[in-house]
Nanobody
Framework: VQLQASGGGLVQAGGSLRLSCAASGRTFSMYSMAWFRQAPGKEREFVAAISRDANTYYADSVKGRFTVSRDNAKNTVYLQVNSLKPEDTAVYYC?????????????????????WGQGTLVTVSS
């Protein structure tokens, strides 16, 4: 599966964006999806995930501010990012895998996902 992320940009602190990740293929509904981010000089970190059954999972740092959703008819997963902070500045990546393990925090690991998009840059100014 190929993933194409979009929707990033420059926004002031407190602002919002909606990131999108479009997937190729006809079996999108079978894939678990996730968002990760990587700030300059830092490791890639888990942001949010959504299972095939639309169960959602969030990093503590974004809980209550970010919302992940999916539209299987459009082969797209979204990340609504609200109340942005300068520390949210990063390249945001979408990822997918068929058999993600939603226990013992496996789903938070980069290595749990086989397919990755190219990333979209979110810059939050103070």
């Amino acid at each position: 599966v190929q993933l194409q992320a979009s929707g990033g940009g420059l926004v002031q602190a407190g602002g919002s964006l909606r990131l999108s990740c479009a997937a190729s293929g006809r079996t999108f509904s079978m894939y678990s999806m996730a968002w990760f981010r990587q700030a300059p000089g830092k490791e890639r970190e888990f942001v949010a995930a959504i299972s095939r059954d639309a169960n959602t999972y969030y990093a503590d740092s974004v809980k209550g501010r970010f919302t992940v959703s999916r539209d299987n008819a459009k082969n797209t997963v979204y990340l609504q990012v609200n109340s942005l902070k300068p520390e949210d500045t990063a390249v945001y990546y979408c990822a997918s895998q068929v058999g993600v393990r939603y226990y013992n925090n496996y789903y938070r690991n980069v290595g749990e996902y086989e397919y990755w998009g190219q990333g979209t840059l979110v810059t939050v100014s103070s």
